[in-house]
């Protein structure tokens, strides 16, 4: 998906296995996935304007064997403007509800590159989830996203029963920059006397970059995301020091009574130690956290061995605490 470059493959096994800053072998499995995503452009989605890397991205295959589920609805949140497209499973309901938020760095990706994200979720958990395409940046800087997703989810806790859902048994969960956002929803909701029933981040964005966590020099390139790309995101997304605090969800002050958690890191990513640091300062609050890393880079829920793994731990734990 993105910009097709040609590739050895051999190549791309050798170099790898040789990473300076990675002393042990990585695994065939993450080696393709680095592979494959360097032949689509992943590693350059920053060397072009936003608009012209998402429409380079329209252009992407659709894919053959999604995930069954009852029934997709695509709407538009009228008030806010805010399209969405919800995943109704199989069975009679009502069902509990998941707000999902998709990853790209405040800045790229949308409802249709999550697709078979949410039809999993869907079809895992039983559940009725909404996928948000919640404001992007640079149109739509902080404070803007993660204000459109608290409209989102607000509104769907209100409309869940037009669609056989519950809202008052609702989780929200999102994987980077969607991480990030429902992390940020979790937090905004609890402040409001809002109850979630849990939230789950793959590898989210907790902290602004001036924080200077060790996995960001450790794993600066070499693994599709690196720090440069991840500071161009955040560049976009905000530019004002005097927010860089009220704007990173790790440094908000008191994390008590926030829904049970699910946080998940990649061991060859920048924000691995920011997401470890946002499972441990849950924890020290009292908040119920379960913390995985996995052997993998940036972007691999959902696809290969290892993305299932988690995609299974994911959909168990949401599961559970939406039927508790």
Not at 52 to 59: E, G, N, P, V, Y
Request: a negative charge.
């Amino acid at each position: 998906m993105g910009i097709l470059l040609t590739f050895d493959i051999s190549f791309r096994t050798k170099r790898y296995s040789n990473l300076k800053n990675n002393p042990m072998a990585l695994s065939e499995e993450v080696l393709q996935t680095i592979a494959y995503a360097e032949a689509h452009g992943y590693d350059k989605l920053n060397l072009l304007p936003p608009q012209q890397t998402r429409d380079l991205m329209k252009h992407a295959p659709a894919n053959p064997n999604p995930t069954t589920v009852r029934q997709v609805i695509n709407t538009i949140i009228e008030k806010d403007q805010i399209p969405v497209r919800i995943y109704i499973p199989n069975g009679d309901g009502p069902f509990p509800v998941i707000t999902y938020f998709h990853g790209g760095g405040f800045v790229l990706l949308s409802l249709d590159t999550h697709d078979e994200i949410c039809r999993q979720l869907c079809a895992n958990t039983g559940a009725v989830v909404m996928s948000v395409d919640y404001k992007l940046a640079p149109e739509h800087p902080y404070p803007q996203g993660p204000e459109s997703a608290v409209a989102a989810t607000l509104w769907m806790i209100e409309n869940a029963k037009n669609y056989n859902g519950i809202g008052e048994r609702m989780a929200v969960a999102g994987d980077s920059a969607g991480g990030y956002m429902a992390i940020w929803v979790a937090q905004k909701l609890a402040t409001a006397g809002v109850i979630l029933k849990a939230q789950f981040a793959t590898y989210p964005v907790t902290d602004h970059y001036s924080s200077h966590h060790a996995s960001w020099k450790e794993n600066k390139e070499g693994y599709v995301l690196t720090a440069e790309m991840m500071k161009w995101f955040w560049d976009n997304y905000l530019t004002d020091p005097a927010k860089f605090d009220e704007a990173s969800p790790l440094r908000t002050a008191d994390l008590s009574g926030l829904p049970p958690a699910l946080i998940m890191t990649a061991n060859y990513d920048p924000l691995r130690d920011e997401g470890k640091a946002y499972a441990d300062k849950l924890q020290k609050a009292g908040v119920p956290v379960t913390y995985q890393n996995y052997e993998n880079i940036h972007g691999f829920f959902g696809t290969g061995l290892i993305g299932q793994q988690a995609m299974q731990e994911a959909s168990n734990f949401l599961k559970d605490k939406l039927n508790s």
